[in-house]
Every structure is written in structure tokens, then in C-alpha cells.
């Protein structure tokens, strides 16, 4: 079953322009990851941000977490056709012994 | 530094038939997981390892076997293809268990089942 699950399923906006993802999920976690995929690639690891931590920041990247909601944003700033790709939220499942479960993602497209 | 390597990139099965889709990594990770990938459906772990020795199930490991001989390899063992395993596998790596861990993704196999 999947533990994260991203919304909106897919985003189209012009580069330069902000893009933000959601990410909710069921069960308390520890850590919540987001990941990149370009087309025909394996993902990239972006940014993991801890339970005990409310925003992180990497580069373009902003990365919110409310556990109180359980959910979590990722937005990307001045966004560049560069960013297009599929972007997928991740988070420890109990049941796996604390392996990554991966929400379906949410398919980002920048046009230039 | 290859990182996660994957071979075969892509292939072509019949019913039926066996194969072994093949990682590698060079990173000294001691944990490593194969997921698929379906439209829609995002990743679903099959199997996972914790280091040599020792591999255990994940969520969809029906039809699938896997071994850890080494730190290094991490095959996958299809035993008799099925057209619900055409997909893309994933193989990934992290230092220590993925949850708590960033884990590095090779390129993919995709494979299809005639």
C-alpha cells in the first residue's frame, strides 16, 4: 500500500514561474524524501527533511512538513525547463522495517 | 564511481520464461531493495537485503527471488514470466536501512512479457 501519495497529479507551468507539490501520508514517520525522476532515468534523491524539522531549503528547492497534517510541500522557485520531470514524496514504512515507500508522483512540466 | 549499475537497460521475455536482472554497486552500501514501476502505481518494493546473507520480502515478492552473496551484487530472479511483470525495475542502495537513508536508483531494466 502506498504511504505517500502527491497531488496534484500533474502540473504545466512557464519556466520562471513557482511550482509547488503536496505530499500527505497515513502513519507517523521519522522522515519524509523527496525524489526527482527525468524520463527514462532512475530517481535522484532531492532533499529529506526530519520530523523535528518544519522547512528545509536546498538551493531552489523548499521543502515544508507538518505532522500534525501529515503532509508536506515541495516548491521549487524560478522554475527552468530543466525541472521536468516526475517528482515523488517517500517515506519509512513499519511494516518493511522502516523501508522507503514512494508515493505515484506528480508529473511536472515546465515549458519554455 | 558508477554508483547503481543495471543491466540489462532493456528486454523482451516470453511467458514463461526465466531471467536474472542484474545490480551492482560500488558504494559499500549495505542496503539494497528492488522496486517496480507501473503507471500510476509509483514504486512497490519487492525485495529487500540488509547486507550479505540476509534478504527478506517486500511488498509484491511474488514470483521474484532474490539472493546477497556479496556487499556489492543484488540480483533479481524472475522464475517463470508472466505478462503482469512487464514493468521497469528499479535497483537502489543506501548506506544503512532506507528509511533512514537517501537511496541512490540505477537506470532501470525495462522489461516486457509477451
Known amino acids: 500500500s502506498q504511504q505517500g501519495e502527491e497531488d496534484p497529479q500533474a502540473l504545466s507551468i512557464q519556466e520562471g514561474e513557482n511550482a509547488t507539490m503536496n505530499c500527505s501520508y497515513k502513519t507517523s514517520i521519522n522522515n519524509l524524501q523527496w525524489y526527482r525522476q527525468n524520463s527514462g532515468r532512475g530517481l535522484v534523491h532531492l532533499i529529506l527533511i526530519r520530523s523535528n524539522e518544519r522547512e528545509k531549503h536546498s538551493g531552489r528547492l523548499r521543502v515544508t512538513l507538518d505532522t500534525s497534517k501529515k503532509s508536506s510541500s515541495l516548491l521549487i522557485t524560478a522554475s527552468r525547463a530543466a525541472d521536468t520531470a516526475s517528482y515523488f514524496c517517500a517515506t519509512p514504512n513499519f511494516e518493511y522495517g522502516n523501508k522507503l515507500v514512494f508515493g505515484a508522483g506528480t508529473i511536472l512540466r515546465v515549458k519554455s | 564511481n558508477a554508483g547503481v549499475t543495471q543491466t540489462p537497460k532493456f528486454q523482451v521475455l516470453k511467458t514463461g520464461q526465466s531471467m536474472t536482472l542484474q545490480c551492482a554497486q560500488d558504494?559499500?552500501?549495505?542496503?539494497m531493495s528492488w522496486y517496480r514501476q507501473d503507471p500510476g502505481m509509483g514504486l512497490r518494493l519487492i525485495h529487500y537485503?540488509?547486507?550479505?546473507?540476509?534478504?527478506d520480502q517486500g511488498e509484491v515478492p511474488n514470483g521474484y527471488n532474490v539472493s546477497r552473496s556479496t556487499t556489492e551484487d543484488f540480483p533479481l530472479r524472475l522464475l517463470s514470466a508472466a505478462p503482469s511483470q512487464t514493468s521497469v525495475y528499479f535497483c537502489?542502495?543506501?548506506?544503512?536501512?532506507?528509511?533512514?537513508?537517501?537511496?541512490?536508483f540505477g537506470d532501470g531494466t525495462r522489461l516486457s512479457i509477451l
Open positions: 537502489a542502495s543506501s548506506l544503512m536501512a532506507g528509511g533512514y537513508q537517501p537511496q541512490h
Open positions: 558504494m559499500n552500501h549495505e542496503y
Open positions: 537485503s540488509v547486507g550479505a546473507g540476509i534478504t
